[in-house]
C-alpha cells in the first residue's frame, strides 16, 4: 500500500545509541542532556535565535493563546488543520476567518483589516504546506492596530523565506515535529521566538511557571519534551539533506509528468527555499476529485484530502462563508510524498490521475 506519508526512520541502531544516553544517565525527562543537545543542534541547523523544544505542536499554540489572546477575537485562516482553530477555542478565544488566497493558500493579507474590531487581540496564520504567508503585509497591519502575530507554522521545518529562517517572523512561531513531518522526534514540536523577555515567558510557560524547584515565574503547563523524543530527533537530524533531496526529486517528477491544463498545484511564494513538504493538487471539482481518489484507492494507493473541510464549518464555530476556502478545501488532495517513494510508484500515480482527468 502507498500512503499519503511515511515516517522516515533512521537506522534502529542509531537511535538505540541515543535512547542508551538517557537509559545510562537514568533521566527521561525535565529537559535532560539530550533534549539540550537537540535544541543547540536546531537552532545551528535552522540558523535561528532559540528554541524551546515542546512535547507537541499545539501546546505551543496554546501557550501563544494564553499569553496574547486574553479572551478576545483572533483573526485566523479556514484553511489548515484543525489543532489552529481548535487551540483558539480552547483556550476560550473567538476565531474570526478571513478568506485565503486562491493560489498560494494563505490567509489573504489585504482581507485583514475588515475583521479587525475592538475585541481583536492576535492574528494567527498559518504557513500552508510550508509556504510562507505574506509576512511584511501582516507585520505592518499587526504594527498597525497593536496586534500580536503568532503563526502556526507546523509544516515549515526547513523553510527560509527573504534569506532567513521562516521562525524568526511573528511574535511566536510554532512548529510540529510530529512522526508525519519532514524532522520528527515521533511526537514533538517547537516554539521560537526573537525577543528575549517573550522566551523568559514561554519557557515558564511550557515547565509549570516553574522559576526554580520552589517558585514561580507565573502560570505554567507542562509542554516539555522528553529524552526519549529527543533521541528521535538526534538520530533523525543527520539525515535531513538526504530527506529534502528525495522529496525534491519527487517533486520534481510530479512537476514534470502531471498535465496542469486542468488542475493546479500549490503556488510557492516568492523568495521562498521551500522544503517539499506536502504535494497538494486542485482538481476542477469536487466529483473530479472523488473520482480520481476513488481510482487511486482502488490500486492501494491512499492520498489525504488536506486540509478539508474548511474550518470555518466547523461544529463549534460560528459558520460563516469562506468561498475561497470553501472551494478549496473540496477540490484539494494532497498526493503520497515520502522518502522510499520509488519511481514506479510515483509513476503509477500519475498515469491514474491523467487516466482519470477529462
Not at 201 to 226: D, M, T, V
Request: aromatic residues 12%; hydrophobic residues 40%.
Amino acid at each position: 500500500m502507498i500512503y499519503v506519508t511515511k515516517t522516515f526512520l533512521p537506522p534502529i541502531e542509531e537511535y538505540e545509541n541515543q535512547i542508551k544516553r538517557a537509559w545510562n544517565n537514568q533521566w527521561l525527562t525535565n529537559r535532560g542532556e539530550l533534549v539540550l543537545e537537540l535544541e543547540e543542534k536546531l537552532k545551528k541547523y535552522l540558523e535561528v535565535n532559540n528554541i524551546i523544544a515542546t512535547n507537541n505542536g499545539t501546546v505551543p499554540l496554546q501557550i501563544a493563546l494564553k499569553l496574547f489572546g486574553k479572551g478576545g477575537e483572533i483573526i485566523t485562516t479556514p484553511f489548515s488543520y484543525v489543532a489552529t482553530t481548535a487551540a483558539i477555542v480552547w483556550e476560550n478565544c473567538t476565531p474570526v476567518f478571513v478568506d485565503i488566497h486562491p493560489e498560494y493558500l494563505t490567509i489573504d493579507e489585504t482581507k485583514i483589516e475588515d475583521a479587525i474590531s475592538d475585541k481583536t487581540t492576535a492574528i494567527l496564520a498559518t504557513h500552508v504546506f510550508g509556504n510562507p504567508c505574506n509576512v511584511d503585509a501582516i507585520e505592518a497591519i499587526a504594527k498597525k492596530n497593536n496586534l500580536k502575530v503568532i503563526y502556526d507554522a507546523a509544516h515549515c521545518f526547513g523553510v527560509r523565506y527573504n534569506g532567513k529562517s521562516v521562525f524568526e517572523y511573528g511574535d511566536i512561531s510554532t512548529c510540529s515535529f510530529h512522526a508525519t513531518k519532514l524532522f520528527h522526534t515521533g511526537e514533538g514540536g517547537a516554539m521560537f521566538t526573537t525577543d528575549s523577555d517573550l522566551h523568559h515567558q514561554l519557557f515558564y510557560s511550557h515547565n509549570f511557571g516553574h522559576n526554580g524547584p520552589l517558585e514561580f515565574h507565573g502560570l505554567g503547563i507542562n509542554g516539555k519534551i522528553s529524552e526519549l523524543q529527543a533521541a528521535m530527533g538526534l538520530a533523525v537530524l543527520p539525515y535531513m539533506d538526504s530527506i529534502l533531496k528525495e522529496r525534491k526529486k519527487i517533486v520534481d517528477y510530479f512537476n514534470s509528468h502531471l498535465d496542469f491544463s486542468k488542475l493546479k498545484c500549490l503556488k510557492i511564494r516568492e523568495n521562498t527555499n521551500w522544503n517539499y513538504s506536502y504535494y497538494p493538487i486542485i482538481f476542477e471539482s469536487e466529483e473530479q476529485l472523488m473520482i480520481v481518489q476513488k481510482k487511486l484507492n482502488e490500486a492501494q494507493i491512499f492520498p489525504r484530502r488536506y486540509f478539508y473541510p474548511s474550518l470555518n464549518t466547523i461544529k463549534y464555530v460560528k459558520d460563516k462563508k469562506m468561498p475561497i476556502s470553501d472551494s478549496i478545501a473540496s477540490r484539494i488532495l494532497c498526493l503520497p510524498l515520502y522518502v522510499g517513494l520509488s519511481d514506479d510508484d510515483s509513476n503509477k500515480i500519475v498515469e491514474i490521475i491523467k487516466a482519470n482527468v477529462c
